[in-house]
């Protein structure tokens, strides 16, 4: 497994992870104030081209850029019902605000560290110990977020499988053996908490 902490050492991998997800927070309520128009669509591209000018000056610009990568789809599914219905300023206001928005967050996940992230959340989940199981669900949620790159690197491996054998795409026919490999992988995973004596 792997994990979207960055391995270039930035200035944000220092600071605390809960100011950074309090300000991202902040930040994308902000950006979903504007009615949709010109002033939300200049708010939208202004967010969004501070995270790419701070993803260069860190040295994590190739790397930030490939996560947005899944955007794409949607991308074209908003070009597509926006120029059907000839609203193309709608269109692109909601595209920059989800560009922004990913992007923003796609920063503060990547210089911040899995483990503060799981810090982060057994601490706001501390005042429901009584009721929920606070250090196993933080754990659960800190995996689910390290196994996201890992499922989307094997789907890419598994279309391309697809693609070398076959001249269709391979649509649903992918679902089966990529939810065969997470399940082997939990399997794998539950084994080794196990060993280690489980997650408490």
Do not use: C, Y
């Amino acid at each position: 497994m792997f994990s979207l902490t960055s391995p270039v050492q930035t200035p944000a991998h220092g600071w605390r992870a809960g100011p950074k997800l309090a300000a991202l927070a902040g930040l994308t309520f902000v950006l979903f104030l504007p009615p949709a128009g010109w002033p939300a669509l200049a708010l939208a591209l202004a967010v969004l081209s501070a995270a790419i000018s701070t993803a260069w000056a860190w040295r994590i610009l190739i790397p930030w850029a490939r996560l947005l990568r899944p955007l794409w789809p949607f991308a074209l599914l908003l070009v597509l019902w926006h120029g059907a219905t000839r609203t193309p300023l709608e269109g692109a206001v909601v595209l920059a605000r989800m560009m922004a928005a990913v992007g923003a967050a796609n920063l503060m996940t990547m210089t911040t560290r899995l483990a503060d992230l799981q810090a982060l959340i057994l601490w706001g989940l501390r005042p429901l110990a009584p009721v929920l199981p606070a250090k196993p669900l933080s754990l659960a949620i800190a995996l689910m977020i390290r196994f996201i790159p890992v499922m989307a690197e094997r789907a890419a491996q598994l279309s391309t499988a697809w693609s070398a054998r076959s001249a269709r795409r391979p649509h649903v026919r992918l679902i089966a053996p990529l939810l065969v490999s997470a399940l082997d992988d939990a399997d794998h995973v539950a084994e080794a908490l196990r060993a280690r004596g489980g997650a408490l």
